[in-house]
């Protein structure tokens, strides 16, 4: 118990964690539980972000995100695929935006396979940063097809979500992507709107793509 609050929940203080252990304790026992304890984390363990710089969580987990994931590791280990893949489902439907997150958020600790692909496609239908940006985390990278990925990395150019939240940003960025982030940008030139300074990573990275078409605009702050 003491190691998976270790792995999955290293900015929890003491006394956070002996509240977590509790928690994890019930989970141990009936990991069915965990539909009753999950909502209740922010309240029975702690809140709060575990970089004051993020306090929404865009880029790094919330104390009450890594909580969650504990609880959903130590279920993990006592279901089946099929049954975890269902108890996810479930936590992440009836949730609320904070318990979405954390569900995202934990995708990458959790033996699913593409089972979670669902959950990350319906976070980005969405225009909330906070999924948004939690869908593009360490399972999206390896398990979002290109094309998904692609426009995943788009939607968070189209509602703001920095693209330093998007793990394996650098490696998974190709040419297409650089091509429909150009004419993302066009679009937004055309309409007299500057272009988020984020796209100018992408665009960097292959010059080739844009060809020389793509106006220099004034880029956001």
């Known amino acids: 118990m003491s190691a998976t609050i270790e792995r999955t929940a290293p900015h929890l ?7 977590l252990a509790e928690l994890l304790a019930e989970v141990e026992n009936d990991p ?8 209740a984390v922010g309240r029975r363990v702690t809140r709060g972000p575990t970089n004051p710089a993020d306090p929404d969580g865009l880029r790094t987990p919330r104390l009450e995100d890594e909580a969650r994931a504990a609880l959903l590791v130590t279920a993990a280990a006592r279901l089946d695929r099929a049954a975890l893949t269902e108890e996810v489902g479930a936590l992440y439907q009836y949730g609320d935006a904070d318990e979405k997150r954390a569900v995202l958020r934990a995708l990458a600790e959790l033996d699913l396979g593409d089972a979670g692909l669902p959950l990350v496609a319906d976070a980005l239908r969405t225009n909330d940063v906070r999924l948004v940006a939690a869908a593009l985390g360490p399972y999206a990278a390896r398990h979002l097809d290109a094309a998904a990925w ?18 394996d940003l650098d490696a998974r960025t190709d040419e297409e992507l650089a091509r429909m982030v150009a004419d993302y940008g066009n679009e937004r030139v055309a309409a007299g709107r500057s272009v988020p300074s984020d796209a100018w990573r992408i665009l960097g990275r292959h010059p080739e793509a844009v060809d020389g078409r793509f106006p220099v605009p004034s880029q956001e702050d």
């Open 32 to 39: 069915r539980r965990i539909s009753v304890l999950f909502p």
């Open 13 to 19: 203080d003491q006394a956070a964690r002996e509240r």
């Open 150 to 167: 692609r426009q995943g990395v788009l939607k968070c150019l189209f509602v703001g979500v920095p693209l330093d939240a998007v793990a």
